[in-house]
């Protein structure tokens, strides 16, 4: 089995005992737009079963992702969350919002910063570190020029994982309408953004986006030889593989913390055969 359904399957004993503690938590953070329960915990398995002793956040929010990642690294003595991002909602609204539940001591293996990631040099973080979890979920060029310039020459040298949240496997959806329905092309998350009553999401292959970064991280995969793995796709074909896996799962973890689909790729360079290539920095920072 692949990354995600591996996960799942192996760590599914723990999902089940944590659940009442994951579900908590998430309606604490009441943000399931950002992330549903099931997300949540396809996340959380995925952290476990890695085994990262450094897990970096790249984009905050609400603070889901943060949130369950400081829950499994509570089952990993050692693991350090650090997370990155420029809104302040987690100071503000989530935190207070967990303390009555977690108490202060829990917030003890995670490190947050409310910083542009352009603006942060993270060789002193990723060097001393063995495996790495990096969350990939704050969006745009500026950040995807930052990540592949500088933070995956560093994540090359370590055992890695990057999980790139907001893709949809759209070979999962046949039914999916194809027509523009009156919109314009996509021109970018911002013009998106800005009108998706008249801009069109984009495909790309087996991509559904919105968010800029996918383009940046198909041409990166295909320069370095490695897939863009969606993990939609490998979970929806392991586990027609392997029923049998399927039905512990379901008989064995609660219904509103499983899904297929999450929505979610994943890459690493330690697939690569090399050579390994980057991009110069198209900014100015760091
Ligand atoms: C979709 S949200 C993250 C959701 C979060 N991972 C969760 O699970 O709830 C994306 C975040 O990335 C942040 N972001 C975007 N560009 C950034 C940058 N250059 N530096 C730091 N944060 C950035 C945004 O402020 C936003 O809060």
Redesign the pocket.
């Known amino acids: 089995m692949h990354l995600p359904a591996r996960a799942y399957y192996n760590q599914r004993h723990v999902v089940n005992e944590d659940s009442g503690t994951l579900r908590a938590l998430a309606q604490a953070v009441a943000?399931p737009t950002?992330?549903s329960l099931a997300q949540w915990c396809s996340w959380y398995s995925v952290a476990l079963e890695f085994q990262p002793d450094l897990i970096i956040?790249?984009?905050?929010?609400?603070?889901?992702?943060?949130t369950l990642f400081t829950l499994a690294a509570h089952r990993m003595p050692g693991t350090k969350v650090f997370s990155?991002?420029?809104?302040d909602?987690w100071d503000r609204l989530t935190r207070p919002r967990l303390l009555p539940l977690t108490g202060e001591a829990w917030f003890a293996p995670l490190s947050t910063y409310l910083?542009?990631?352009?603006e942060v040099d993270f060789t002193h973080l990723i060097l001393p570190a063995k495996r790495i979890l990096l969350?990939w979920?704050?969006?745009?060029y500026?950040?995807a020029d930052r990540v592949l310039s500088h933070i995956m020459p560093l994540l090359a040298q370590k055992e890695h994982v990057v999980i790139c949240?907001d893709v949809s496997d759209n070979r999962l959806y046949p039914d999916a309408p194809r027509q523009y329905g009156g919109k314009t092309i996509w021109r970018g998350m911002d013009s998106y953004y800005a009108d998706s009553d008249r801009t069109s999401r984009t495909n790309l292959f087996w991509l559904n986006t919105v968010v800029d970064q996918f383009v940046p991280i198909l041409d990166f995969c295909w320069r370095n030889r490695i897939d863009l793995r969606s993990a939609d796709w490998e979970m929806k074909g392991d586990m027609a593989d392997n029923p049998l896996a399927l039905a512990e799962i379901e008989r064995e973890t609660p219904s509103d913390c499983f899904s297929v689909m999450n929505h979610w790729a994943y890459f690493s360079l330690n697939e690569s055969p090399g050579p390994l290539t980057f991009p110069t920095s198209a900014m100015r920072c760091g």
Request: proline share 0%; glycine share 14%.
């Open positions: 943000w950002d992330l956040e790249l984009g905050r929010g609400m603070g889901n992702s943060t990155f991002c420029l809104s909602q910083i542009d990631i352009c969350l979920d704050a969006h745009g500026v950040v949240h």
